[in-house]
């Protein structure tokens, strides 16, 4: 196949993922004004619902606009030659393979960060701040954004470093190492994400002694999960929005609680939350994510060697010489057929696992509370009640609330 064909090809995968995107989206906005029903009635009192409702119009409008203006900046940069352009800079500066490859992708990947922080910068100062969510100040905007530029460098580029490396000394057979490199990795961040990354950008604290550590951990005696860190994150720097979640394994588990959730929640709803992650966990959910994210990666990472060092990939993003850079990018670009499909499975499999914990806690706690806290959540967060069943499906990694309230209660 000739390069200007697969440019075409290219474009045109670009074009109809953002029209599927566009279609979806605009659907899910259609159905903002539908009834509710009556099991949501009492979710949001009236003048809070017509909150909710401009709160998803403004974003919806917001993420068009955005999605509009991303897809114009990627077609001109494709019809600029503007990965040639990127190319030309790195094997200007050096010729060693590992080098070019991280300057090229540190140029894509910052530049892509500065276009679009403006747009960040409206989201949470604008619009989050209209409505009552944020609470970070622009110097942790800046600082967050600086934070994650070093963090980008240091993993990021050291795990493309090591792939370009393997690349270099083992041919198309140097997805084996990358695939065990990604996995040992995964592994790793499963295991100490909370404890090496999370300070970086938030304070933990262990869960003062009182009552709700007290119910909390008569709660995991009485289902066999021995568990010594209870941590509490200052969510509320950042946002008013609450969250939990459950990370590690063995001795490193760990349970989070945002201190937004401690302060939106009595304590049997949150012991209803920490119940639901228990459940996960007892279900196994997180080693089964863990196995199955890493057999897509090694998938993913064999296909890539079929074509990271084709001539005709490289030659229709406009460059001569085959590289493994140039490579990545076209082959991500041809992936993204693949990627939906897996997102859309693996969003299906979440959501069954979201339904198991649930019901985990409801046959070791209460649903009830479980109910309460959910429709909090909700409530404090504006979420849509009402999604389309095409976005949801398509999108949505947890069912519907209203799904989730009806399966608790049956």
Same mark, same amino acid.
């Given at each position: 196949?000739?390069?200007?064909? @697969?440019?075409?090809?290219?474009?045109?995968?670009?074009?109809?993922?953002?029209?599927? +995107?566009?279609?979806?989206?605009?659907?899910?906005?259609?159905?903002?004004?539908?009834?509710?029903? +009556?099991?949501?009635?009492?979710?949001?009192?009236?003048?809070?619902?017509?909150?909710? %409702? /401009?709160?998803?119009?403004?974003?919806?409008?917001? &993420?068009?606009?955005?999605?509009?203006? &991303?897809?114009?900046?990627?077609?001109?940069?494709?019809?600029?030659?503007?990965?040639?352009?990127? /190319?030309?800079?790195?094997?200007?500066?050096?010729?060693?393979?590992?080098?070019?490859?991280?300057?090229?992708?540190?140029?894509? %990947?910052?530049? &892509?960060?500065?276009? /679009?922080?403006?747009?960040?910068?409206?989201?949470? !100062?604008?619009?989050?701040?209209?409505?009552?969510? /944020?609470?970070?100040?622009?110097?942790?905007?800046?600082?967050?954004?600086?934070?994650?530029?070093?963090?980008?460098?240091?993993?990021?580029?050291? @795990?493309?470093?090591? =792939?370009?490396?393997?690349?270099?000394?083992?041919?198309?057979?140097?997805?084996?190492?990358?695939?065990?490199?990604?996995?040992? !990795? &995964?592994?790793?961040?499963? %295991?100490?994400?909370?404890?090496? =990354?999370?300070?970086?950008?938030?304070?933990?604290?262990?869960?003062e002694e009182g009552s709700l550590r007290d119910k909390i951990e008569a709660y995991g005696n009485k289902v066999g999960f021995k568990l010594d860190k209870i941590f509490v994150i200052d969510g509320s720097k950042r946002s008013t929005k609450a969250n939990a979640y459950f990370s590690g394994f063995g001795s490193e588990k760990r349970v989070t609680l945002f201190d937004t959730l401690i302060n939106d929640l009595d304590e049997d709803e949150i012991v209803a939350v920490f119940a639901h992650e228990v459940g996960h966990y007892k279900r196994k959910h997180i080693i089964s994510n863990l196995v199955l994210s890493t057999l897509l990666t090694g998938f993913t990472l064999w296909l890539l060697s079929f074509f990271v060092s084709s001539p005709q990939l490289s030659a229709a993003l406009g460059v001569d010489i085959p590289t493994f850079h140039i490579g990545l990018i076209a082959f991500g670009i041809l992936y993204t057929p693949i990627s939906e499909i897996t997102s859309l499975l693996m969003n299906i499999l979440s959501r069954k696992f979201e339904y198991q914990a649930d019901n985990y806690a409801k046959e070791t706690f209460a649903a009830e509370p479980l109910v309460t806290s959910l429709k909090k959540l909700s409530k404090n967060s504006l979420s849509n009640l009402t999604p389309h069943p095409a976005y949801e499906f398509y999108h949505y990694s947890h069912p519907a609330l209203i799904k989730r309230i009806r399966n608790l209660r049956s």
């Open positions: 196949m000739n390069p200007q064909t @697969i440019f075409y090809i290219l474009i045109g995968i670009i074009v109809i993922n953002f029209i599927i +995107d566009q279609v979806l989206d605009n659907l899910n906005a259609k159905n903002f004004d539908a009834p509710l029903p +009556d099991e949501l009635k009492d979710v949001y009192p009236e003048d809070e619902y017509r909150k909710s %409702m /401009n709160y998803k119009k403004t974003n919806h409008k917001f &993420s068009t606009i955005t999605s509009i203006f &991303s897809i114009i900046v990627t077609l001109a940069f494709f019809f600029l030659d503007g990965f040639k352009w990127v /190319n030309g800079i790195a094997t200007g500066i050096s010729d060693n393979p590992i080098i070019v490859g991280l300057i090229f992708f540190g140029i894509i %990947m910052i530049g &892509s960060d500065i276009i /679009n922080t403006p747009f960040g910068y409206y989201k949470n !100062f604008v619009i989050e701040e209209k409505f009552g969510f /944020n609470k970070m100040t622009k110097s942790t905007f800046f600082l967050d954004k600086i934070k994650g530029w070093l963090m980008m460098a240091v993993i990021g580029g050291g @795990i493309l470093a090591l =792939i370009i490396w393997f690349y270099g000394i083992a041919g198309p057979g140097f997805w084996l190492y990358a695939w065990a490199l990604v996995a040992v !990795f &995964s592994l790793l961040m499963n %295991m100490f994400y909370a404890k090496l =990354i999370v300070p970086l950008f938030n304070k933990q604290t262990p869960l």
